[in-house]
């Protein structure tokens, strides 16, 4: 768990990246290059805030052999703060000299196939500039920071951010995560209202931990109360990015209370026969 301080200090840049950061689309340029050879090689890799998305957490834990939950456990932090409606995950860099990652070494990322969207992304940023400051519009943004050689490197190239997104296959992981960022940006989050703490397990359990809430909808009566159909359930049961959309779909359900997910016929006449009302129309 880290502090408020450390989390003010991020919003604290992400203020500043909307204010003064020069403003790139996909065509625009930059120079970059990112190898063995250079001499920060790895520098980039300690003492970082690597915010993780739910694509990011299924991709290492299926690299790392295990559950999305010994993932939370044992890699990751969560910075919350009074202001905040639900918490972030973070990647945990270890409590040693520089603060490393914790799959850093010598010769490089240990898990580069499955390196996290941040890290893939680097050193171009993407932004949302949302609220007082500006507009709702996204804007790609290049980070220049003094520990990087890679903008003058010998063998740095021009890239486009378009280019440079595909080639480090970071489109995969904006598609995979589009369903988690229509969470993260609804507008129930700028509203007055509290989250309850079985809201805000819900939300945790359809964004983060998927394995347990793949265990919930398969192994509970989930499937006896709501309807999904049979080869919907079998992709979930295999596909991540299909457990990623089942998990998007029931936190709009359960948590914002939108008709993602279509409540059985017969469970609904049972409850309104309890409550001794008529079954509501159009079931």
């Not at 689309?25 to 190898?35: E, K, L, S």
Request: with cysteine; net charge negative.
């Amino acid at each position: 768990m880290t502090d408020s301080t450390d989390f003010e200090a991020i919003e604290g840049f992400r203020e500043q990246i909307l204010q003064e950061y020069p403003r790139l689309g996909p065509a625009d340029t930059f120079t970059f290059a990112c190898h063995p050879g250079v001499t920060c090689f790895n520098d980039c890799c300690g003492d970082v805030n690597i915010f993780l998305t739910p694509y990011d957490i299924l991709r290492l834990r299926a690299r790392l052999g295990i559950t999305t939950e010994e993932f939370l456990d044992n890699y990751t932090i969560s910075p919350f703060t009074k202001k905040m409606k639900f918490r972030v995950v973070m990647l945990k860099m270890k409590d040693e000299g520089r603060k490393p990652c914790p799959f850093v070494t010598e010769q490089g990322c240990s898990v580069y196939e499955d390196r996290p969207w941040p890290c893939r992304m680097y050193p171009v940023g993407s932004a949302q500039s949302h609220g007082a400051v500006t507009t709702d519009e996204d804007f790609y943004f290049v980070l220049q920071e003094g520990h990087c050689h890679g903008h003058e490197d010998s063998q740095a190239r021009e890239w486009t951010i378009g280019d440079w997104i595909a080639d480090q296959g970071a489109d995969e992981y904006d598609e995979a995560n589009r369903w988690y960022r229509d969470i993260v940006t609804h507008p129930f989050f700028r509203g007055p209202e509290e989250m309850s703490p079985q809201k805000m397990e819900m939300l945790e359990m359809g964004c983060y931990d998927l394995d347990k809430f793949k265990r919930f909808v398969l192994e509970s009566p989930f499937l006896q109360r709501f309807e999904v159909p049979a080869e919907r359930v079998e992709q979930i049961k295999t596909d991540d990015k299909e457990l990623l959309r089942f998990g998007a779909e029931w936190v709009r359900f359960a948590v914002f209370g939108e008709p993602t997910i279509k409540i059985n016929k017969a469970v609904l006449e049972a409850k309104a026969k309890r409550m001794g009302i008529d079954p509501p129309e159009n079931l």
